[in-house]
């Protein structure tokens, strides 16, 4: 981990955010007349940044048949619609790894104590 970033990708994990919804995604978005997130009994302390690669993964690195170039774009508009400032821009990617790398452990300890996730 580059020096330089150290104290922002620690915020990612230790800063604690009341009432973070912990899944902001595609699937938790119903559209309509109104945009409505569901799905709030997650509900936990936890941090912006944290949240944000969460969700600016799910929003535009899901689909594995884009093109890289244009989900990369697409990852661009995400967090500039955020108006993150150009140190949030040059940490994302290490934050969205560690998320994704969180989710995986997550996962495996599920699949290890549990069977399996329980939907």
């Known amino acids: 981990m580059n020096g330089e970033h150290s104290d922002l990708l620690g915020r990612a994990t230790e800063e604690p955010l009341a ?4 899944d902001f995604t595609p699937w938790n978005l119903l559209l309509g007349e109104r945009w ?8 936990a302390a936890g941090t912006r940044l944290w949240d944000l690669a969460y969700s600016a ?4 690195l899901n689909d594995t048949s884009v093109d890289p170039n244009v989900a990369g ?3 661009r508009a995400f967090v500039d619609g955020y108006r ?17 790398w969180a989710m995986y452990e997550m996962l495996i300890a599920t699949e290890r104590n549990l069977g399996g996730p329980r939907f």
Do not use: K, N, Y
Request: avoid cysteine.
């Open 84 to 100: 993150a400032e150009a140190e949030l821009h040059s940490v994302i990617p290490e934050v969205l790894a560690q998320r994704t």
């Open 36 to 43: 409505v997130f569901i799905d709030w009994d997650g509900v």
């Open 57 to 60: 993964q799910a929003f535009t």
């Open 19 to 22: 009432d973070g919804h912990g």
């Open 73 to 75: 774009q697409s990852l």
